[in-house]
T-cell receptor
């Protein structure tokens, strides 16, 4: 199994630009999670989907952030416009319907200058 | 007060010793408890899960749960340098968001040869 796939692995962009992060969950998993990790705030849940439907987006920082899951094999997290304080590692994780273990992707390291 | 609290460390133990990592949580309705290991620059990986009071052993790892005290711990016996990592405690609440985990900030463990 390929595991959770995220792209890009690294992204450097200028303040004000749009950033799109992508995630392909493990085939057959029906829950998908987007996290952000920084030294200051630790690992924070931004949003999670169950069967492609957003269940809890209370962790999304503000309207500049949006996430979609158009089908079971693809999700995006978009930041528009980006700000330096958005610099972090963004992880995507997926979970099978009958399990509790979350499988994390390798993460996208975002730097906004 | 944070929902999940851990000593940030760093915790340093000599090779072969027992490493003890602690975690407290604030919400009494919490039902599921997890320990993730995160190597520097990598993504979190689940190493233990525990759901009922008492001890759960898996190889060199033992998770301990005390719901009355709202306390969960991880013991690593015969610590090895390869155990050096950050250990994240995660808690799931027993409600409709059962699949949502809240993470502590992690404890950094260093095992010295």
């Amino acid at each position: 199994d390929a595991g959770v796939i995220q792209s890009p692995r690294h992204e450097v962009t200028e303040m004000g630009q749009e950033v799109t992060l992508r995630c392909k969950p493990i085939s057959g998993h029906n829950s998908l999670f987007w996290y952000r990790q920084t030294m200051m705030r630790g690992l924070e849940l931004l949003i999670y989907f169950n069967n492609n439907v957003p269940i809890d987006d209370s962790g999304m920082p503000e309207d500049r952030f949006s996430a979609k899951m158009p089908n079971a094999s693809f999700s995006t997290l978009k930041i528009q416009p980006s700000e330096p304080r958005d610099s972090a590692v963004y992880f995507c994780a997926s979970r099978p319907g009958t399990g509790v273990e979350q499988y994390f992707g390798p993460g996208t390291r975002l730097t906004v200058t | 007060q944070k929902e999940v609290e851990q000593n940030s460390g760093p915790l340093s133990v000599p090779e072969g010793a027992i490493a003890s990592l602690n975690c407290t949580y604030s919400d009494r309705v919490s039902q599921s408890f997890f320990w993730y290991r995160q190597y520097s620059g990598k993504s979190p990986e689940l190493i233990m899960s525990i759901y009922s009071n008492g001890d759960k052993e898996d190889g060199r790892f033992t998770a301990q749960l005390n719901k009355a005290s709202q306390y969960v711990s991880l013991l690593i016996r015969d610590s090895q340098p390869s155990d050096s990592a950050t250990y994240l405690c995660a808690v799931n609440k027993g409600n409709t968001n059962a699949g949502k985990s809240t993470f502590g900030d992690g404890t950094t463990l260093t095992v010295k040869p």
